[in-house]
């Protein structure tokens, strides 16, 4: 199955420390997103990537978020000084370009910070 | 801003009965609509879709409906079975100045248990 694979599953940090997320999608998807989940709610658009180029990004996303797609494959977030609050599920989807096309989703990356 | 809201948190369904999960949006922009299940420690899972020039749309036990004057879509799940106990999530996304990103809005979700 080459669904999308994200990895860690699960990360536990201590309040202040950074914390890197890996994303592979879908390999003939060119479309990257990245989403966050928290306890009883939808998943909320963070960014977006068409290949490597990053078209859009989210006002959730505060400057202590970065996120990369170097060769327009695999996609990595990064959260420096983290704060209790960044405590979710982060997600990754991928599609194809195109109209109407559906987002294929990732297991998410549960990240608590302690 | 909640642009698209499930303003049911839950609901209990009997096998065998339909399922009926709705879904209201306020953006009149939104053109593209889509059904996800979740799962407990899993990404949500594309379940169907109908385009805006659609509404009804159909795939096997799942129907969906679009109703653009109310800015209302229900998913129907008939019939309902054990398995399809899950969360699900209604999503709309929009064509922006000609070009579609794909980008997702969530509703908060449905809790659907279907008791056997």
């Known amino acids: 199955d080459t669904g999308v694979s994200q990895n860690p599953r699960h990360k536990i940090t201590k309040r202040g420390q950074n914390v890197t997320f890996r994303c592979d999608p879908i390999?003939?998807?060119?479309?990257l997103y990245w989403y966050r989940q928290t306890l009883g709610q939808g998943p909320e658009f963070l960014t977006y990537f068409q290949n490597e180029a990053q078209l859009e990004k989210s006002r959730l996303l505060s400057d202590r978020f970065s996120a990369e797609r170097p060769k327009g494959s695999f996609s990595t977030l990064e959260i420096q000084r983290t704060e209790q609050g960044d405590s979710a599920m982060y997600l990754c989807?991928?599609?194809?370009?195109?109209?109407?096309?559906?987002?294929?989703f990732g297991q998410g990356t549960r990240l608590t910070v302690v | 801003d909640q642009q698209v809201k499930q303003n049911s948190p839950s609901l209990s369904v009997q096998e065998g009965r339909i399922s009926i999960l709705n879904c209201d949006y306020t953006n009149s922009m939104f053109d593209y609509f889509l059904w996800y299940k979740k799962y407990p420690a899993e990404g949500p899972t594309f379940l169907i879709s109908?385009?805006?020039?659609?509404d009804k749309n159909e795939d096997g036990r799942f129907t969906v409906f679009l109703n653009k004057s109310a800015k209302h879509l229900s998913l129907h799940i008939v019939p309902s079975q054990p398995g399809d106990s899950a969360v699900y999530f209604c999503a709309a996304s929009a064509v922006a100045g000609g070009t579609s990103y794909g980008k997702l809005t969530f509703g908060q979700g449905t809790i659907l248990t279907v008791h056997p």
């Open positions: 390999s003939e998807h060119n479309r």
């Open positions: 989807a991928s599609s194809v370009q195109g109209v109407n096309t559906e987002a294929f």
């Open positions: 109908i385009s805006s020039i659609k």
